[in-house]
Every structure is written in structure tokens, then in C-alpha cells.
């Protein structure tokens, strides 16, 4: 049987051409690209601080993440922790910004020591806790509240902090891309939620979590 061939362009540039190109670009794009992540980090780390963001030392930024911090709430971003941002930051194109939201007085987020998010939302009205070395991937995103709720009239109205519940990811937790992860929801040290999935529910502990609606297996059984 014939293989089948790839159409040519005749523009495309020789291997040779090719080979220059890389030689002279990727090194120079990857220094600007070094220099733009180490001057916007300083510029961002400083508007964070002045936000009234906790930063330990070693946090890394990425681009210019979203940190918004309610009066009298806490955010605080543990040691090594890092907030992918910007379009080259990850493999996969972050096309929107690491965003870390607290909506009300006395809600509170933590991030523990080396865990990650690359373009992902974290936004409590109470409490959201991420364990250590947990990582969050490409635009996952996690919420304490429905946001709206509806009044005895049927009226969707703001939700109020007494409507959240608290989240918390243990450690080394791993969040796939566009992954959702509700109110109230617990996840246990070491388990792995699949790209895309709906968790409503708890995850016990090296546990993985695939699909809508979440189906839950012990880990050794995926991975
Ligand atoms: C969850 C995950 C880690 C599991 O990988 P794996 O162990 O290699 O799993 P497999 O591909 O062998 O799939 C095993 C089963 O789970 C299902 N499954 C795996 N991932 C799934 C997902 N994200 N959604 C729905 N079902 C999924 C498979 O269809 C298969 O089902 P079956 O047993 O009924 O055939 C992987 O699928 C995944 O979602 N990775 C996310 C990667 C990612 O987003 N990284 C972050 C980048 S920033």
C-alpha cells in the first residue's frame, strides 16, 4: 500500500535556514522571555504585597496573576509557591491569568509550601486550603459558594459567606486542565483529579477522580 505523504509548501524554509533560525531565536526569545518574567515578577510581587497578599519567600510569578483580597480576609501564598500567568508559562498556552479571589471579611485561601496553579481560579467566600506540593492545572477552577442564591421570591441574590463551605485539597494533590472542583468538597493527600471533571463530592486519599459525574477509584487502579 502507498504511505501517504505530507503536502509541501514551497515557502517553507530549508533545514538549513531552519537550523540558523533556531540557533539565533530560541536562545534570544528564551533570555527575553527570562528578563520579562524576572522584571514583571518584581513589579507584580510588589503590587501583590501592596494588595495585603501574605508572600513567603521563593514564591515565583509567571505573568501578572489576579489577586484580589477582600477587607479583613486573608490570601496567603506559602514557600515556593508558584502563579503561571502568562501564555508561555506552561505547555499548554495559559490563555487567562493564575486568578486568587477572597469575596468576603474572614474568608481566607492558603496555599502550602511548593504547590502550583497555572491559570487556575481560586475564589472563597470562606475558606479554601491547598496542601503542599499540590499542583493545579491549566484553568481548573475551584469555588467555596455558588455565588447566587435564591430568595423566597425565587430572586437570585448574592450569596453570603453563610452559604460556602469550605474546601481543602490535601498534599500532592494533582488537578487536571478545566477540572471544577465545588463547595465543601475534600480531597485527600495524593489523589489525582482527571482533566475536566466535576467533583461535588469528597476524594479519599490516593483516590482518582475522572469525569462528570465524578466516578472515584482507588488510585493504583488508573494510574
Ligand atoms: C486522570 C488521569 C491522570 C488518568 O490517567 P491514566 O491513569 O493514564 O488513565 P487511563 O487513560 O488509563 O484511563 C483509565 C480510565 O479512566 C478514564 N479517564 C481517564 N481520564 C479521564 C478524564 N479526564 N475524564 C474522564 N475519564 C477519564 C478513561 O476513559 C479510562 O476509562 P475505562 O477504564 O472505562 O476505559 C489522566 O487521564 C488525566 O486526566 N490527566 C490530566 C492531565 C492534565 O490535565 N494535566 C495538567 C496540565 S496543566
Do not use: Y
Not at 114 to 129: F, M, P, Q
Amino acid at each position: 500500500m502507498r504511505e501517504a505523504t505530507l503536502p509541501t509548501c514551497p515557502k517553507t524554509p530549508g533545514p538549513k535556514n531552519e537550523a540558523m533560525g533556531g540557533w539565533i531565536f530560541r536562545p534570544l526569545a528564551r533570555i527575553l522571555q527570562k528578563a520579562g518574567w524576572w522584571i514583571g515578577e518584581c513589579i507584580w510581587k510588589q503590587e501583590a504585597r501592596f494588595r495585603g497578599i501574605e508572600l513567603s519567600p521563593r514564591v515565583s510569578f509567571r505573568g501578572r496573576p489576579c489577586l484580589a483580597r477582600a477587607p479583613g480576609s486573608r490570601i496567603v501564598l506559602g514557600e515556593g509557591v508558584c502563579l503561571n500567568s502568562s501564555l508561555r508559562s506552561n505547555p499548554l498556552g495559559c490563555s487567562r491569568p493564575a486568578t486568587i479571589r477572597t469575596l468576603f471579611p474572614g474568608a481566607e485561601i492558603w496555599l502550602g509550601p511548593r504547590s502550583g496553579l497555572s491559570a487556575a481560579v481560586l475564589c472563597a467566600a470562606r475558606s479554601i486550603v491547598v496542601g503542599e506540593g499540590t499542583l493545579i492545572g491549566a484553568e481548573a477552577m475551584i469555588f467555596d459558594t455558588d455565588f447566587h442564591v435564591a430568595n423566597s421570591e425565587g430572586i437570585w441574590t448574592l450569596a453570603g459567606p453563610e452559604h460556602a463551605q469550605p474546601v481543602t485539597l490535601g498534599r500532592n494533590v494533582f488537578v487536571g486542565a478545566r477540572a471544577i472542583i465545588l463547595k465543601g468538597v475534600t480531597i485527600g493527600d495524593g489523589a489525582v483529579i482527571g482533566a475536566g471533571a466535576v467533583v461535588t463530592r469528597d476524594v479519599p486519599p490516593h483516590h482518582v477522580a475522572v469525569g462528570n459525574p465524578v466516578r472515584i477509584q482507588p488510585r493504583n487502579r488508573l494510574l
